[in-house]
């Protein structure tokens, strides 16, 4: 009767702690997904301003993100089999593969966050530059895309004012046919609307369009940040107390029976 009150005591124990480390599993998923999710919105949504930024860093951080999320939907299945498997080695793998992901997402939200300190700074050195120099040149045309997406998208005209382009290469070349703005600044866009500039056909906002793009990617590098290094401190917490429970969920059952009789042997005996 002892042993099978034994048995049944482990069998339960196991199951137990097995059903914990799924749940650890289906939160490295979710927070992997959170992840992927970032860094997959970040690129496509945004990727037509990429080309305006001298530096690669909010790029790169998006892709550490989207790699580090796919690693992490792989990882968790890993997680899920080792367990369902019973192999230690699987397991001693999956925690190697967590700390990685750990690693990766720390470096994407440092990155981020460093980036976000310089951003103004960048904005005002090389949008300027950017937006006059290479408007409608030959080669540049993903340059042009993103300028009168920004423009239209943001309500703006010019990187600080819209006296901006009068100093830009487009505007006195014929292509430019007499205007004085593209015609991304109208405010509602017709063949030529630019050549007028008036404050009732094109945007005067105060502070250019790198205000709003500096707004716009501060916003997002927060986020960024905020999902690497959040989501790689919940991962690092969960895994610590994952290996714990694997341990414990694969002990063998003579390993469990022995601590059952030491605690027996140890407990004091009724009175009679």
């Known amino acids: 009767m002892s042993a099978v009150y034994k048995d049944d005591q482990n069998d339960w124990l196991t199951v137990c702690l097995k059903y914990l480390l799924f749940v650890f599993n289906f939160l490295f998923w979710v927070g992997g997904a959170a992840v992927l999710g970032v860094g997959v919105w970040t690129v496509v949504e945004k990727s037509d301003y990429l080309s305006l930024l001298a530096s690669s860093t909010f790029a790169v951080s998006a892709y ?29 793998m999956y925690f190697l593969c967590l700390l990685l992901i750990f690693l990766i997402e720390l470096v994407a939200g440092v990155l981020a966050y460093v980036y976000y300190q310089r951003l103004s700074e960048e904005l005002k050195q090389h949008l300027h530059q950017t937006m006059t120099e290479n408007y409608a040149q030959p080669g540049k045309e993903s340059i042009t895309l993103a ?70 990617l501060a916003d997002h590098l927060l986020v960024i940040g905020a999902v690497g290094i959040g989501v790689a401190c919940l991962q690092r917490l969960g895994s610590r107390r994952d290996h714990l429970n694997c341990d414990d969920a694969f002990l063998g059952a003579d390993q469990l029976s022995v601590i059952h009789e030491t605690w027996l042997c140890h407990s004091p005996t009724p009175a009679a």
């Open 147 to 216: 300028v009168d997406r920004l423009q239209q998208d943001f309500k703006c005209c010019g990187s600080n004012n819209s006296h901006d382009w009068t100093d830009s290469v487009y505007i006195p070349s014929k292509q430019a046919e007499g205007r004085v703005v593209p015609d991304s600044c109208c405010k509602t866009i017709t063949p030529q609307c630019g050549m007028r500039d008036h404050p009732s056909n094109i945007y005067k906002v105060e502070g250019g369009c790198i205000t709003k793009l500096e707004q716009f």
């Open 64 to 92: 550490i993100l989207i790699l580090a999320g796919s690693l992490v939907v792989v990882t968790g299945f890993l997680g899920c089999c080792a367990v369902i498997r019973e192999q230690r080695s699987c397991l001693s």
